[in-house]
């Protein structure tokens, strides 16, 4: 899934904004919309371009998003079987 393959990655990125909103209290996350719509499309054609740029990075990127998939199965699986032996266990 998609955020599989974002698990663990973190962009950090530098604007200039008049009246900047941010979200929640710890203010790490920008709110405004308009500005949010900018940089996700200059991020995708940027990062698209680094990934075109770097074809080894993005086989980093999406071997790690097929192991944290994995993971999320197996983890799932295995509270599966916890529920099921604790429900005998009764």
């Known amino acids: 899934s998609g955020e599989d393959t974002r698990e663990g990655l973190t962009a950090i990125i530098s604007i200039?904004?008049?009246d900047p909103q941010f979200e929640g209290q710890?203010?790490?996350k920008l709110g405004n919309?308009?500005?949010r719509q900018v940089v996700d499309k200059l991020f995708s054609e940027?990062?698209?371009r680094f990934l075109y740029e770097n074809p080894?990075?993005?086989r980093i990127i999406v071997e790690k998003g097929i192991m944290a998939s994995r993971?999320?199965?197996a983890a799932k699986k295995a509270r599966e079987v916890t529920r099921r032996?604790?429900?005998l266990d009764v």
């Open 46 to 48: 940027h990062f698209e």
């Open 16 to 18: 200039k904004h008049g």
């Open 85 to 87: 032996k604790s429900a």
């Open 26 to 28: 710890t203010k790490t």
């Open 56 to 58: 080894s990075v993005g």
């Open 71 to 73: 993971a999320r199965v």
């Open 33 to 35: 919309s308009e500005v």
